[in-house]
Nanobody, 120 residues
């Protein structure tokens, strides 16, 4: 069984910063890409950023220059540093990981989501 547990969400004023963390645990053989998605009320879930096992990153245009993704492979953890936050960044943020468990095929796993609210 593989689990992703997120932490670090909260309420912040516009222009402020937050750091999200997501730790994967369980019977993990290997983690490929990891990433963050978000879903605002009444909107579809959208990609925010991804990072490969080798550290190659990809960002949505809306967060480029403000958000930074990083990972610690030894800890099976991915981070999202969010700076210069805007009210439109308000959403539930979900961690995603492509995991090869000890038994079974590579599958996508999701965290439970963490709320980020940016006040104007």
């Amino acid at each position: 069984q593989v689990q992703l547990v997120e932490s670090g969400g909260g309420l912040v004023q516009a222009g402020g910063s937050l750091r999200l963390s997501c730790a994967a645990s369980g019977s993990i053989l290997r983690i490929n890409a990891m990433g963050w998605y978000r879903q605002a009320p009444g909107k579809q879930r959208e990609l925010v950023t991804t990072i490969s096992s080798g550290g190659t990153t990809n960002y949505a245009d809306s967060v480029k220059g403000r958000f930074t993704i990083s990972r610690d492979n030894a800890k099976n953890t991915v981070y999202l540093q969010m700076n210069s936050l805007k009210p439109e960044d308000t959403a539930v943020y979900y961690c995603n990981a492509q995991v090869k468990p000890e038994w079974g095929r590579i599958s996508d796993y999701w965290g439970q989501g963490t709320q980020v609210t940016v006040s104007s």
